[in-house]
Every structure is written in C-alpha cells, then in structure tokens.
C-alpha cells in the first residue's frame, strides 16, 4: 500500500494515453463499432483486423454484456476496493475510463488508440501487450457495485438499494475475507483466457492510484448452459451442472428471476442484476471416496446422463413424490437437485455462470479446487432464499464456501455514457 | 500427511478397478489402440465415442509425447513425492498403473475400463467423471523422474545420470522449496483445461498412498511454438515469445539439442531428455511502467512484430555486430534475445514448451503473474550453460525465480511394457 502511495504519477499511463481517455470516454458510444479510434499504426494493422473480424460478443445496449452471452470458456474475475482518501470524482472518473477501454478491448482493440506500441518511445505503452494478435474472443466485460460502495466515503448512501448488503452468513460458511466483498467487481470472461487475463489486468492498471485488486479468482470449464445448444458441461465432482439454468432466449424468465424493473428501485438499477459470487471449496478427494450409488443419491440425479432420480433423461423434470416399491422417495429429501428446485422455493430460478477452478495444491497434496459460482438474480433475497435452502443439502460435507460477494450490476450505459453514469450523474 | 496415513485403504479405487489397473498394466500396450479395454456402459457410449473421434496426440513410439507434440493451449504440472516407508516396487508398481490410465486418457478414455459409471453402484468409481463427453484434445502425459528419486531410498543410486542433480543456485533465484524439485513430476497438456485437470487429478487418485503431489502449476497462453504453422505467442510482457525454438520436424536439431544420445547413458535414458521446469514470476505492473523503447532495448526485439533490433521481421536472424551511427550496438549487450541466443552459447538451443500464469493477486493487490518456464534439454548443463549467460540480463530486474525443478524423461515404453521399465525393470 505504501510503495502504491509513493509513486502516484507512474500508473503507467502516458499522458497522451490518459488524455485519449478522457477524451474517449465521452465518445466511446459512437466510437464502438463505427471503426473510429483505432490507432493507425501500420505494424499491428493486420493484428487487429483479425481481432476485430472474430466473434465479437455484444450486449443488447439495455442490460450489460456477460450476463445473458453464451457463458463463455474461461473466466478472470477481480474485485476492488477504492484506495484510501479517493473521492465521489475518483468513482465517476474511474467508471468512465473502465467504459471506455471495456468497450474497445470487448471489440478486440487495444485499451487505448495509442496502444502498445502507436505512442512515443519515450512513454510506457498504454496497452500491455499480450492480447496483441490474438482474437476478441467473445470477451465481455461485466462491473458490479458493492454494498461498501455506498457506505460513506462517497456519499452514495442514499442511493443503496435496499438490498445490497453483505450476505447474510449460511450455515456452514468459512468465510475467507480476503476472497469475499468488494467495492466493485469485473467479471472477465472469453474462450481465450489469455484475453480475459489481458482485460482484468489493463483495468487494474487504469485504476492506479484510484482502486486496487482486492481478490481474483481465474475459471475453466465453464458450469452452466446459458444457450439450448449448449451442451450442459460437468462440475468437478464429475456431475452435469446447470441443466435447469435459465436460458438466454427466455425473455419471460429472465424479466420474471433476472432484470431489476423499474418499479423496483432505484431508477439507476433498472434494467440491472444483482451478482452473487461466492468461491466454493470441493473436497474432491473425499468425494472421490463416496460409492456411486451415494453420490447419485446426494447430487438427486445419475452421473452419467445428468437424469433425475426419478426417471427420464437430463431434462426430465424431476418427480419429488416419485417412490420406489418400499415407499421411499426416489429423489431424496436431501439432495441437491431437490433443495435448489424451483418448486421448492417458491418458483425462484437464478441464472447460474459459474466456473471450475484449480489453484494450485494444499499442504496435504490435495488439489485446491472447487466451483466459482457466479449468479445473476433479480433481488438479493432470492439468492438468500435458495442458499438457506440449501443448508440441509447432502452435498454439504463435500463442499466449504470460502469466498462471497455481492454486487448490484447496473444496466447498460445509453450511448455516449459510462457504466454508472445513473448512480454516478456521469 | 497423517491424514492420508490414517485411510490406506481408502484411495477411492475399487478393488475391482485396481484388479483392472493390474491386469491391464501388461497389456497397455496392446489395449490402446485396439479399442480393447472400453467398457460396455450404454449409457457413455456416445461420449466416449465423441472422445475417440476427436484428435488424439500420440507419440512417436520413441519419445513420450508431450515433448514435440505441437504446444496444446493448457498445462497442469504436478511435482510427487514418494510418500514414506515406499519401496522400490512401490515406484514401479505406481509408474505401471500411472502408464495404463496415461495411455486410455490421451486416447480420450476413462483411466480404467470400469469408469465413472461402469462399475458397481456401491463402489466409488475408479474415474473421477468431470471430462465425461469432452474430447481428447491432444491431451499428452508426459513422465519425469527427479535427483531424489535416485537416493538412498529406492535403491536406484546406481542408475542416477550423472548431470541429474538439483540445479545450482543461479544469481537472483528466489526459491521457494514448496514450489521446487520432487521425486517424479507429470507435465499434462491439453487444448482443454479440464481434460488436463482431469488428466492429474486422476493420477494423483491412483497414487494414493505410495506418491502424492508435492506441488503443482496451471498454465495458459503456451509460450513457445513447436511448429512452423503455430503463431509465436506473446508472453505477459507483451512480447512475442519463443520465435527461435526449435521445431518437432526440426529431427537434426532435436537430436543435437534435446534426445539423450545411446552413448550417453544410462542406457535406460536413452531417447529421453531432460525437463526443466522453472516458476518465473514477473513484476508486471512494473514492467508496465517501463518505457516502449526500454522495455524493445531490454528484450533485443521490436514489442510489435517481434523483429530484432537489428532490422528485418521476426525470423530474422539477429545482428548482433549492427551499430547505429554513434557506434552503440542495436542489440543492446545486455538484452535477453542476445544472452540467450545460441551464438552467445556455443550453439546450445532448448526446446521450449511454457505457459503463462495468473494465480490471483499479491497482498498489494498485484496479479500473481508471470511465465512458468518448461524446456527440453538433452543435459542440465545445457540449461546451466543458458542461465549462467543471463545472470547479466537487463530483464532480470522484472522477474524472479521462484520455483525450480529438473527431472530425466525417460523414453517411450516399449509396446506392453510401463514408464521407466528400463530403470526398474517391470
């Protein structure tokens, strides 16, 4: 904290750079997509016509990219916290550069029109450089505000929606703090995690001085579905993951679980989420033990199609009364698919984006690895709701919550405008 | 650790499977291939046919694969250390039952024919499930054998290669013993993250009780090309990296550079190589502060196109005799590409194989970033020779090494024999 104080003018940035951002970011609405702004340097020409000429994954200009885009395969997630004595202005400005330079790398671009290498010699370059070639990838860039965001450092407390507030604690929770909360968080998420990791790290640049990494968590192998052609990926305990999960092209149920409306307040959420991470600890190796029979039992479906317990194939809408020839339940009481069904909960459904991860390996040689759950809902309650279901779940034994945050996902800024800009006035 | 000592019994593997692993050892080598083996599970038949269809990265029947196989996208190393009151035939036995399940998983096949799925409910399944349905993407395992390997415990001193020692302590080295040496390591490298996962985890199961991981790194983005069609990746200083590696048809060169010769010895290391592995974390947010014409000065080429200082495109060979008109080298006497170009070595070339890594963040809100370096050598002090040469590089300000490891990779198995038959004779 102290080396980051000393230097407060080597962010890195050129000036040139910070003034194109500044600059930009009143523009970067017309600028996206209509070509303009991308630097002429002849070198990397070719470089980003074909970063640009691939899959370019776009919002819909109400609700932000990264939430309803076909989940991606790889994730680079990063929460901040605003550094010591920033102010309301550091949140509004911070916020547009992030805009901007979101804006141009989801469009496979350098951060900057100067880029890595179109500004002087003499200046650090303004993009680092490893994404430079590579294809955009489908990156999408999602931000999300903290329920410290609007404690009272910046004056925005009268703008909290009600809801934004630390999770409450579940039975169970182990709770890391330095993997949990945030005052703003980017999810990151692209089949190349070479251009996820290039998008975190250059907005981590941006925000010298005025916020800094607070935890970070990369994914593979993404958890859930978001699309019918979509094959249903598998979770580390080798089970099929997300088969229920709420589709892109359901407009009725991402309206009904999903999107804040707009008589729910606050106006600037309106067409935003709330996001709930919380970073999951499988103890694989125990649950590599378990007999078949019992992990089928505790997930409440087979391993190998993914169907429920109670006959039919993976999307087979699980029978709870189903028993078998003694009277008991074929999908037990316990499981898993039973305790976070709809039907159990009073028709809530969360759209779940989650990720597998591996970090390394703990003192004892087991793997350090898990599932990064990411969801998107319409209330924070409606999470709260299902966890707390969740709390006599079979699978508890297996699983520790180590990480958890939440965020309030704004909607999409109108064009020419920054993320934010309805909270913020920027 | 007495943890695991308290369950010996409980590795997870039924005696079934075991049984199979057993049987199936002798036999690998005619099983692969043949499609012998499979299981008749109904229900994964279209999986695994889906795996089988897909590419599979096969060695030469010489070398182990892994080593020419054309750079996939993601890496999972593992370091294993025997664990104690292990033998000698405790070593062959693992290096048996870690062959047959390498073999069926790099043809996309569960690690033994009963499977996830395929054995009785109420055992646990001898695979561990999360790569069900996914392709083999040219996942290749790859075996080394440490300097500890060959003490006093194994009664393998005899055989020990001569250069097969730790590595000396090169200027700058920051090691971190938990993150350095180990009696056997596993390079697994996959076009798909999970497959890789998988591809360790697995084999860390079937070591249960005679090896467990020491330590062990995921890797993205390779670092190097293998091939003359590969693009040159860009390494997370932003530069392209690995353009003057040696290519997998490149036969005199891999020969000169990278197999141990028969003459040699020992003879059971003959058409093997040496592994080099080396954590190398990079002080990213620093070297971002760098100037462009700094950053081209310190690493010798050009951060667009990756030409050399002294003119022409990327595969130009450099100039290191070019002065500019004051008479100042273009190729700076102190940059990376000069020290470690084989003219400044006596003609030594490595074959490279890295990956770049991103392991969350530091306590200052820093990435955990930088390259976790692999190269094949066909002796250490060839690799010795190379690092001895950088102890000058102007690059060194903005790494560390932080990890470091070295192993022999013993040759291909002979058709039905197992990894290291010619060191342990099974």
Known sequence: MGEDQQIPDAAGLSRRGLMGLAVGAGAAGLAIGGGAGIASGVALGRARERRTADAVASGDGIHQPGITTPVQDHLHFAAFDMMARTTRDDVASLLQDWTYAANRMMQGLEVSATGAVGGSPEAPPDDTGEALGLPASNLTITFGFGPSLFDERFGLAAQRPAGLERLPAFLGDDLDPERSDGDLCIQACADDPQVAVHAIRNLSRIAFGRARIRWSQLGFGRTSKTTSDQATPRNLFGFKDGTANILADDAAALDENVWVSASEGPAWLAGGSYLV??????????????????????????????????????????????????????????????????????????????????????????????????????????????????????????????????????????????????????
Chains 1, 2 share one sequence.
């Not at 169907?307 to 194939?313: E, N, T, V």
């Not at 919550?401 to 309805?422: D, N, R, T, Y």
């Open 277 to 426: 991470a919380r970073r999951i600890a499988m103890l694989i190796e125990t649950w590599d033990r378990v007999r078949l029979s019992e992990q089928d039992r505790i997930v409440g479906r087979d391993k190998a199609r993914g169907a429920p317990l109670s006959g039919g194939d993976e999307f087979t809408a699980p029978d709870f009364a189903a028993t078998d020839g003694s009277g008991t339940p074929r999908i037990d009481a316990r499981s898993h698919v039973r305790l976070a069904h709809p039907d159990q909960n009073g028709g809530i459904r969360i759209l779940r984006r989650g990720y597998n991860f591996v970090d390394g390996n703990t003192d004892l040689g087991r793997l350090n690895a898990g599932l990064f759950f990411l969801s998107f809902q319409r209330s924070p309650d409606r999470y709260i709701t299902v966890q707390r279901a969740l709390a006599t779940d079979a699978m508890a034994e297996y699983i520790r919550h180590v990480g958890s945050g939440l965020w309030a996902v704004p909607p999409a800024p109108a064009a020419g405008q920054s993320i934010g800009a309805g909270l913020l006035g920027a």
